[in-house]
Nanobody, 119 residues
Framework: VQLQASGGGLVQAGGSLRLSCAAS????????MGWYRQAPGKQRELVAV??????SYADSVKGRFTISRDNAKNTVYLQMNSLKPEDTAVYYC???????????????WGHGTQVTVSS
């Protein structure tokens, strides 16, 4: 199973970016999908998570970021609006995947995409 993230880049404060992350490979089912980020010198932190029933966000991004998914494409998106310099980080996606119905879920990670917000 591979997760390929895309959509990062350089944007001015107040701008928008949309991240995408597509899962591919031997996939039976995907439960939760999410986005994390890691800024220089800081620990990786949760940004947003989506399951079949709910979404949740870090307080720092509520009202500005929206997570969504396309189950037919095994893809999760992160729409980021009103970006701030403190949103600058490498953004990583993950997915809780079953490769076979009798196997437990395993969390797979993408390689990350850089988001830089200039002031």
């Amino acid at each position: 199973v591979q997760l390929q993230a895309s959509g990062g880049g350089l944007v001015q404060a107040g701008g928008s970016l949309r991240l995408s992350c597509a899962a591919s490979g031997s996939i039976f089912s995907i439960n939760g999908m999410g986005w994390y980020r890691q800024a220089p010198g800081k620990q990786r932190e949760l940004v947003a998570v989506i399951t079949s029933r709910s979404t949740s966000y870090a307080d720092s991004v509520k009202g500005r970021f929206t997570i969504s998914r396309d189950n037919a494409k095994n893809t999760v998106y992160l729409q980021m609006n009103s970006l701030k310099p403190e949103d600058t980080a490498v953004y990583y996606c993950n997915a809780d995947v079953k490769v076979l119905p009798q196997m437990p879920e395993y969390k797979y990670w993408g390689h990350g995409t850089q988001v830089t917000v200039s002031s």
